[in-house]
């Protein structure tokens, strides 16, 4: 019985150890800035996909409330960026969320 209790013990600890980590992925996309807005509290930013040749067919936001995310989506308008948002995965349609972002790169 005691066994039973040490191994069931075991099992349990081992799982809170080693199962409380969490995956979290991520959007990236690259691309010329379309657009810049805020609402006085949230930043977002459209990127179009690089390299157009025709018409977008989608485009991709990112959110922040960072402020020096923010300040770097403010200076890159018309620029072209590499921005990588917590989105679980990189959603699909016109209109794709990427998330709050996490990181923004002015090429």
């Known amino acids: 019985m005691n066994f039973k209790k040490l191994v069931l013990s075991f099992a349990l600890a081992s799982a809170a150890v080693l199962g409380t980590g969490v995956a979290h992925a991520v959007c990236t996309t690259n691309g010329p800035v379309a657009q810049v807005f805020t609402d006085g509290v949230t930043t977002y930013v459209y990127v179009f996909q690089s390299n157009l ?52 790169w002015v090429n």
Do not use: Q, W
Request: glycine share 10%; hydrophobic share 35%.
């Open 53 to 104: 040749t025709t018409l977008p067919s989608f485009v991709h936001f990112f959110s922040t409330r960072d402020p020096e995310i923010a300040n770097a989506m403010n200076n890159s308008l018309h620029k072209n960026v590499t921005i990588t948002g917590n989105a679980p995965v990189c959603p699909a349609g016109a209109y794709r969320y990427g998330g709050g972002a996490l990181r923004i």
